[in-house]
């Protein structure tokens, strides 16, 4: 945790620099509210599960615009963020990201020399908020039909995606196109990688560690495991597009002391899809495995997959929209947690390199490049649906 003292000697340092960039001649109005909507958002720590207050202040912002604001309760303390013009919320276009953030917290900073502006979830994701709502707000001054587009942001991107998937089983109703934001170096997205999370869970029998043959050692059991799956990938499906299923072991939890035979133990998985399907993978896991658990069983231990959800194959997003360059993302988004049948856009400001690190930031004029791009993304969600 950062002390108080320094949080609050960096958030007076962030502050001063950040009003001289809003001051500064060349930043027109519109710039200098997204500049300073940004900053508002960020400084307000969102990591996911305290979400409260962030979705407090962009409700009260949005509501100042004079736009209709519906809260959507998630749990006791957190809450979705639905805003539309007018007094319908079944519009044509829904325009979304989300408001929570990894951790740890780190406070907000402008750098006037270069321009860079930086604090967590600086890039991932309300850089793609404030573009987005600045850029709704200027097609509302054009004149931009009421009935057209709706804002929404939701928590618990990060890990799961409870927000999202709240939203699909309450939504107003289906919508023909949706823009989503997440970091894509202002590139259309073209697609994603699926995923699959899996725990393998070990149960042993503990022993002296002069004795071992005394106890089943559940640390040797899943190194065991992990060596198989460690030959598995080397073998995952992959496509043209994506390129190769990736499999990262994050974590390995284990034992208690190096004198003790360790009673249990597990490791934490997660599959990026290239290709095929979550049920192909887990096939493939449970018969590498399978030689494992029967011996481990044999010995009076256990070992057991624990599934992290149901997973998704490769998610393939809409990217007809002219003027843009284009990507595919190895990283998942909310994309598969909103069923319907309308079209699909990823587009945001800033690098998923930088986005869950302690150097997370952007530039300025990314995030004025990605007004514009929201203005022409909108726009062209309008052409497909006349």
Avoid at 260 to 265: D, G, H, N
């Amino acid at each position: 945790m950062i002390p108080r003292s320094i949080f609050l000697f960096c958030t007076g340092l962030a502050f001063a620099s950040e009003q001289a960039l809003l001051q500064a001649p060349h930043n027109p109005p519109s710039s200098r509210e997204l500049l300073s909507l940004h900053r508002s958002l960020v400084e307000i720590q969102s990591i996911t599960g305290n979400e409260h207050e962030v979705g407090k202040w962009l409700a009260s912002y949005l509501e100042s615009k004079n736009l209709t604001v519906e809260l959507q309760q998630v749990d006791s303390n957190r809450f979705n963020v639905l805003a539309y013009p007018g007094e319908t919320s079944k519009t044509q276009t829904l325009v979304t990201s989300h408001i929570d953030t990894v951790p740890p917290f780190w406070p907000y900073r402008y750098n006037h020399t270069s321009n860079i502006i930086s604090g967590r979830g600086s890039v991932d994701a309300k850089g793609s908020v404030a573009a987005q709502i600045i850029a709704f707000l200027n097609l509302l001054k054009a004149n931009l039909s009421p009935s057209a587009v709706s804002l929404l942001f939701v928590v618990g991107e990060e890990t799961g995606g409870d927000g999202m998937r709240y939203f699909s089983s309450h939504a107003p109703h289906t919508y023909d196109s949706v823009i989503f934001g997440e970091p894509t170096e202002g590139k259309l997205v073209c697609g994603h990688k699926g995923i699959l999370s899996f725990t393998i869970k070990v149960q042993g029998k503990a022993a002296h560690s002069g004795y071992p043959y005394l106890g089943v050692s559940a640390n040797d059991v899943v190194i065991e495991a992990l060596d198989k799956l460690m030959k598995l990938r080397e073998h995952l499906p992959w496509s043209t597009k994506y390129g190769n299923t990736t499999m990262n072991i994050g974590r390995v939890d284990g034992g208690v002391a190096a004198n003790v035979v360790a009673e249990s133990a597990e490791a934490n998985i997660a599959v990026r899809l290239a290709a095929g399907t979550p049920k192909v993978l887990k096939g493939m896991i449970v018969d590498a495995l399978q030689g494992v658990k029967t011996r481990v069983e044999e010995l009076g231990g256990r070992l057991e997959i624990k599934w992290e959800g149901e997973g998704y194959p490769p998610v393939d997003i809409d990217c007809d929209v002219n003027g843009f360059d284009k990507i595919t993302v190895n990283y998942g988004t909310d994309i598969p947690n909103l069923h319907g049948t309308h079209k699909r856009y990823l587009y945001g400001p800033g690098s998923i390199f930088v986005a869950h690190s302690d150097h997370e930031a952007l530039k300025a004029e990314e995030l004025e490049n990605a007004v514009r791009d929201y203005e022409k993304l909108i726009l062209a969600t309008f052409k497909e649906q006349s």
